[in-house]
């Protein structure tokens, strides 16, 4: 199997049964996907698939052949935090911080497509993952400072 | 001196590594020639074990080890429980004859990856011989339903009746009582990271090192060296980053598992819940019905309160009537009730482990309390907001002391809900609600306040057992000036979300005049390293109560040891010298100063040019115990909680009769945590928390069978708030320190989720008054709303109350 992560190109031989939530992790020691339902809920382990957000929990390694990969280390620059991380730390918009990663690929996503959006479309939007700890009131004024801050 | 760092809402320390996913959880971590554990579980709720054949897992390639049962209870002995049952029965890491619940562990295997292991597990055979379940905690109570434990004879673990001044007398008196039952569903807060842990064996040393997210080292350390027959010296127990715990996070028996596993192959040994496994046997809040009556004068004031409080444990044998004990703690709410009656069964059933979860009991009690104001409101025709402000207990009254014991030591209870009727803008939305009601709208608003408690003190447990018990009113730090002038802490207290290594560091920053940024506080716990008490953790809101405290006088120690280093150096007066920017200088003379750096180098190297008698070393620890912690009296009233915040929640909630939907359009709270040591921090607790009170009133439930099946053990039928469900929580504060804290800081993390579930069922059941609801139990899904409309009885909302005193 053949496939992009974070720019690098990588090559394995896998079991096919391997998720590619196990597959970042285990094999490429990338820990910052995180793993918390296993059954495509909560969205900790959210990737960008080819640009798309994708549960790689749900995914199997070997359905990514050919694919491009984006994980939070391949969001976050060699110095420092990138703007929308640095927005989540300055709001608090995370706790435990075991969302985090999903909840910032996501919105990475959200921006991507839509740089100034409302308060009412970041909510939509992040209703796909699960925060346990913040109640997302923090988590939506993290994503509305970042949009303000590309604008 | 400059504005304390304290009190600043200063962005997180660790927040810069989490937004990165350079956090270090559990499962991130993975020493070489690591082993996984898969657990094989009960389908059943109660069955017995005939026998376990497990030779077809063991031989299959990549399997390492398989323990069962029988192979635990020969390798270690049953995990001692809390509180001691009145015949001894034993309480092993994995089922040995008899499973009790769906999802109770009865064999482990290891194996070289998790898949492997969850193949083996399906090559074990065993021979069940299924029983009949106890589901009913209530027929529990009244002694029917299968047993659990035929050797105890009954599954009501705890039952007794508490009286606190004259409550017949003042039942006798009443103008009215207001009787309602109650019934609270089973939820867990869910922390996202499952829990898990990872065993090692050192056959050199004959010891054992665990990492693991649980919550309450202290305790848990203790279990494993009794339950392994090891000497607490040789457990090295720590914890990485902790993603999540809300109380649930705490399992001595998986730790036991893996290290029995490790044990036997000689390999380190990791086991991490799947969601499943989380859902369905490691920790759910209490469920339990509860009958109330409230005696009151015509004009409202409260005269006397009667309880009677089934809880439902699960199987929980490790922490039993801890819901009852909080209860009775936090019975009378912030209201001024000269008279208590409780009377209290802890019951087992065949079904998870009740425990430990955000808020343990006082989320029922707040709900059953403050179902009942609204309730009473109603029949007197008072506003809901105004029939609280009559009862409070005033600032005037304070410390004021509730009839169970519970001393109030700070706030203005009147002054919190006024503030949040202002910040709601209550009346403007009572009149807005008049006119969308005759719009067809269904619109309701909700009141709830609640009082929260911090800090515990486990000697209330002298309540069931006449014997004092651990307190856990205590914490342990540590701070040090290393060797090149940099300052490192630790704590007892493993955060999991709280924001530790910012908040000690700020603690620090102030005691030695330091910048936080100059502060390295050490991540999560290890016991080698980390000073620790028997109940040291992350529970009970204590951090307030206890570790400031401990933080606050270890820091105090190492500044008063550097102002004698550099009096000594500088041949100046101790009371002349100042801790400014990272040195100590004479006050008003800048040049002559010694920075850390220096001063190090004379504690850990220049030894000899110490002051005569001076230990070298520039460390210090202390361990914390908060005053308020008291053992029962003989009128057997105690304080099982320390400090008392206070809340108010006022939240409007439109009904959608065609879906039975509810949505909340506008929520505001108003908190008084005393003084916010950071109060970016406090609101998102505030926040977080009331989400979690939020779900448990709308969306969450475990739910069983009559034959105690779990019917939502994942997360696409046991519904989590999202954020389309949780609205733009508005916080206000109010800040009264309290005078028995060391900083004046309150607890802050369990107050959302306590007073949440009141506030949207009030909410609700105003919406639907012309319906004539009465919200008994939770979650309201749009299920239960929409059965309510087509009931379409409307049944008198008064009839269900007797009118007349008893």
Known sequence: MRLTVNGVVVEREIEPRRSLSDFLREDLALTGTHVGCEHGVCGACTVLLDGWSARACLLLAVQCDGAAVTTIEGLTPAEGLSPLQEAFRACHGLQCGFCTPGMIVLAHELLARNPAPSADEIREALAANLCMCTGYVAIVRAVARAAVARA | MAAPWVGRALPLKEDARLVAGRG????????????????????????????????????????????????????????????????????????????????????????????????????????????????????????????????????????????????????????????????????????????????????GTAGYTFWTNDQRPGLTLAILAESLGVPQARIRLACPDIGGGFGNKRRPAYLLVCALLARRTGRPVKFVEDRRESLSALMQAAGGVMDLALAYRADGTLLALSVRDVTDEGKNLVSPAQHNLIKLGNIANGYRIPAVRYEAWSVLTNTCPAGANRGIGKPFMCFAIERAMALLARRLAVDPAELRLRNYVTSAEMPYTTPPGAAYDSGDYPATLRAALERFEY???????????????????????????????????????????????????????EPDGQVRAALGDPPSGQGYETVVAQIVADELGVRPDQVDVARGFDSATTPWLYLSGNYSNKFSVTDTGAVVGAARRVRDKLLRLAAHRLEADVADLELRDGAVAVRGVPTRRLAFRELARTAYADVLGLPPGEEPGLEARHAYQNPLAKPMDAARRVPSQLVFANAAHCCLVEVDPGTGGVKILAYAVVHDCGRELNPLIVEGMVHGSTAHGIGAALLEAFRYDERGQLLTSTFMDYLKPTALDVPAIDVGRLEHPSPYTPLGAKGVGEGGAIPAPAAVANAVEDALNSYGVTVRTLPITPEQVWRWLDSRQFNNVGSNFSESPQ
């Open chain 2, 24 to 203: 270090r959880f559990l499962d991130d971590l993975a020493p070489g020639r690591l082993l996984h554990v898969a657990m094989l579980r009960s389908p059943h709720a109660h069955a017995r074990i005939v026998a376990i054949d497990a030779a077809a897992a063991a031989a299959l390639p990549g399997v390492a080890a398989v323990l069962t049962g029988t192979e635990a209870a020969a390798g270690s002995r049953p995990i001692r429980p809390l509180i001691p049952t009145a015949v001894p029965v034993n309480d092993w890491c994995l089922a040995v004859d008899r499973a009790r619940f769906v999802g109770e562990p009865v064999a482990a295997v290891a194996a070289v990856d998790r898949a492997t292991a969850e193949d083996a597990l399906d090559l074990i055979r065993v021979t069940w011989e299924a029983l009949p379940a106890a589901v009913d905690a209530q027929a529990g109570a009244r002694g029917e339903g299968p047993l659990l434990y035929p050797e105890l004879g009954t599954n009501v673990l705890w039952h007794d009746t508490l009286t606190y001044g004259d409550v017949d007398g003042a039942f006798a008196r009443a103008d009215g009582v207001l009787e309602e039952r109650f019934e609270f569903s089973r939820y867990a807060s869910t922390p996202l990271e499952t829990f898990g842990a990872i065993a090692e064996w050192d056959a």
């Open chain 2, 427 to 481: 009346a403007r939305r009572r009149r807005e609600q008049v006119s969308a009601r005759a719009a067809g709208r269904l619109l309701g608003i909700g009141i709830a306040t609640s009082v929260e408690p911090a800090g515990t003190n486990l000697a209330s447990y002298e309540i069931i057992t006449g014997r004092r018990a651990a307190s856990g009113s205590a914490e342990a730090a540590m701070v040090r000036i």
